[in-house]
């Protein structure tokens, strides 16, 4: 799927063909993201068909190694490149149409772009993952929680090399496409309460994201993290156009809804599928009621994130999902 694209493109229309025959939900049914990780798609790059290549895509620009496996989206190499000061040196600004996965990714976007011949909307890859998501990858988590206590300032070059680099991605996206992404996205599995500190998120990644904020007309559209967000939230609602946030099954929902509710934010509520899903029908309802009851002024989007569930059994939580929402009078399934 990711050497061909034609293969790209027939087994994404497969997958968009499957959804709309099985799964009765409310999504529009061009609207996708290939690969079996579906990235989020945020207002400003909505279509038919978005290119999709895995986590190593932003990683793949600075020079780790992209790992492909038979049955599997692309992983990146669990190997840190950057060891040394001296590694960081002598690193280059990745180049847009040279640099890691970007010859794959213009080529693909190009013969697809030609083969669709204008009957389906092709969305170029934008870059999601965040500064320090990216720094954990080409540094190793223990480094990088080492240079925190003992070599600061190395870490903020880092940090730094990081976001100008995606900055400067982002420009040459826009005069390629000849379009501009006025919002941006933060894929930021990494910034972890239970691994950063409050006051470590404060001095050495908000920085950063704020930057990046900063540098798109409308902000952040969409803060991604399946790690606890709880003792974050505070400084993650400063952040500039914030519009929808996830909230993983180790974050305060609750809290949550205090804190992002009146500032209108989509609380994205990922459940928990020992604990909410593989359950008996009465059971989901029960949980689906509860949650909505808990932000009743806010914005909440349910995820049951069922990965590698069977069929019968995300059908089952969809006709579950609409018989609340229709009794509450409130929600749509996507």
Sequence with gaps: MFSSPRRYLENTLKIILFRARNFLDDNPVGVTSAGAEATELTSDQQGDLMLYFGPPFETSLFGLETIYDQNMDPRQSPKPIIKSETDLDAMNYPDFYKSGLMPRTIEFYEEISKMVKNRLEVVFPVFCRGPFSIAWALRGLQNCCVDLYRNPDFFHRLMSFITESRIRWEKERRRYLGCDIRRAQLDNDEVDGDIISKDHYEKFIFPYEQKIAEFHDNGIFYFHSCGNLTRLYDRI????????????????????????????????????????????????RARLRTLIAKCSDATI?????????PVERIQEWISNARTVTSELGRGTLA
């Design 237 to 284: 609602a400063a952040l500039p156009g914030l519009r929808r946030i996830e909230i993983s099954p180790a974050s305060d929902l609750e809290l949550a809804a205090q804190i992002f509710g009146p500032r209108r934010v989509i609380l994205h509520k990922r459940l928990d599928p020992q604990r909410d899903v593989y359950v008996t029908s009465d059971e989901m």
């Design 301 to 309: 989007e349910i995820d049951a994130a069922p990965l590698d569930s």
